[in-house]
């Protein structure tokens, strides 16, 4: 058995863990919807967003992809 923490109405429902051993860290109002402002754009961001997001942050130099 697992001991969920379920949001309180009207919590952002953003959790963190894994297996089963999820905890809801967000404490900031979801405004009506399931998730608050800030964490609603980080859900429902689309893959090829969050590609060029990460190619954004972070550069990986092609010269680097075979060392041996
Ligand atoms: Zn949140």
Not at 5 to 30: A, I, L, V
Not at 34 to 44: F, K, L, P, Q
Request: net charge positive; proline share 7%; hydrophobic share 25%.
């Amino acid at each position: 058995m697992t001991a969920l923490t379920m949001p309180r109405p009207g919590q952002c429902k953003w959790t963190e863990g894994d297996s089963g051993n999820y905890t809801f860290p967000c404490t900031n109002s979801n405004e009506g919807g399931s998730y608050c402002a800030y964490h609603r754009t980080i859900v429902y961001e689309t893959p090829e967003q969050r590609k060029a997001r990460a190619s954004q942050t972070k550069f990986v130099p092609y010269n680097r992809r075979l060392a041996a």
